[in-house]
């Protein structure tokens, strides 16, 4: 009787009505985001719908990008996303890791709050910032300690030359892949701590109350719990990564051709968006960048699927 | 449908950011990055001796013309000029404010900045990779008694739009029938080789980065950062250094009055004094306009800045039009400037 009658009090004169307007809100909410998405699946499709028409799965398919002459091929902007993105990935994930079983096993209590504090503020650093120190600080440095000494270190035409062959001046696919990685870093590592706090303790003592080593309380019970999680940090990395533009833009070398080494300059799509857009005049040229929006929608919805079905697929 | 839409969020992106200086009366345009920072120095010395705001956005020439085609901005800026067939269609007329130029920037060890000779032909062949090494034959027959390294050319290019790639191309089309047929003129062209950097910042960093390297900013650009740049032949045949005198002797020897459309590109211009890849900036504004008010205060600022700005361009490394060029735009005003058939400002 008293909870019934407490419950009123919280929950209004009626409490189904009360319920009733949460699930529509709920609702709501869920419906309009889908919404949203739609539209913009939409309107890409229908601004970018010239381009497909004229050059077909060309435009998937060439790397001719020519203002010019007005003939659009995407694959070089494509292919330079798929492989920085990727990179970028395997790059960072170890290293997030590391970071986030660093600060919840072994760093002592004290610096391990602002560890991780520092780490979520990298986070926030604009994505300009990175760019700017990418081109004027990391790319110099790459430059003559790593990509020229490559370069002279390789004998004539052994595959090492044709790898690490491009312009010495730290301006590539690889360095951007640096870049992002360090931009997705900490939000990985950040999420992949939260995810190891979940972890209970009981479950983590027990283990150790059975003898195990820190490594293997870590490979045995943490990462097994949080697998789930992974992905979603996995996804949230991969998302990041694929559509960073500022960053690489200034960073990549920004030449359309398809690359063919990993010091080549390529493009992205996000860079080859914003380096044009601004100054797109013809039709056919914001058609062909609109196109290339829709593609990247589908580029990352197709390996966020993949990455899912990959990581997801395992009950732990 | 989506370009409607694309131009109704920019529309809504302008109004947004120029509600509150509206208010005040203030002047909106939007384009151009090059002469941004001259249009803001004008705009504030303006200000303060009228009241009356300039709210600049610079977005690039290629947004500028997008601009005030949409209708959202008082005037639209590009480095570009408009054919006169497009002005007609669109109902637009345009006029120069302010010139620059082009500069090729070396970075090539031994070599001081302006001790490095090239023509128009050469340099095309150069940015389309047929020219690979800096002691190639031909640059040595026009640098006689100058150290060239062995070194391989490294070409840097921008990667975005803009209107000193278009002055930058042009030129090289003019110069070098192959470029013309094979690359073109345009603003973003497909580059046969090099790599691009971001905005005069972006080349000039990856110049500065690799040795062996050449690219082009505008004079203002390799002024301030002490580029090396390079003495271009131009049609006198002379090799002439980038500075405000040759700009000014390029545009002097302008046909401006015979130019439908003031359709102007001082490229390639005679006399021994002109640099070859000058410039000018335009300002685009509807004939008929709507708002009479507001197309005076377009026509006003810029008279303003005709008369009392040239000091302040020179300081920022912009050079002034020569005063016939401004007398001949203050004049076409009067005729192509126009609401309910009569001129909405008389420049006096």
Redesign the interface.
Known sequence: MASAASDTARFGPSRSTGEAIFQAACLGAATMLLVTLGGVVVSLAIGGWPAFAEFGLGFLTSSEWNPVTEVYGAAGPIVGTLITAFLALVMALPLALGVAVFLVEFCPRTIAQPVAIAVELLAGIPSIVYGMWGLFVLAPWFAEHVQLPLIMEAEPGSWQESLFSGIPNGANIFTASVILAIMILPYMAAVFRELFMTVPAQLREAAYGLGCTPFEVVRSVIIPYVRRGVVGVVMLGLGRALGETMAVTFIIGNAHGFPDSIFASGSTIASTIANEFAEATSDMHSAALVALGLVLFFITFGVLAIARALLGGQKY | ???K??GAIGAAVILASTASAAMAGAISGAGATFPAPLYAKWAEVYKASTGIGLNYQA?????G??QIKAKTVDFGASDKPLKPEELAASGLYQFPTVMGGVVPIVNLPGVQPGQLKLSGALLADIFMGRVLKWNDPRIVALNKGVKLPPLPI?VVHR????GTSFLFTSYLAMKNPTWASK?????????PT?????GN??VS??VK??MG?IGYVEYAYAKQNKASFVLLQNKAGKFVAPAAANFAAAAAGAQWAKAPGNYVLLLDQPGVQSWPITGASFILVYRNQADAAAGASVLKFFDWAYKAGDATAAQLDYVALPAPVKALVRKQWLANVKAGGKPVYVAR
């Open positions: 449908m989506f370009k839409f694309a977005i690039g020439s290629g947004g013309i997008k490294t990667s975005d739009g803009s690359v073109g003129a345009s603003d973003a062209v497909s580059w090099g790599i691009g950097g971001k910042d972006g960093a990856f980065q690799t390297s």
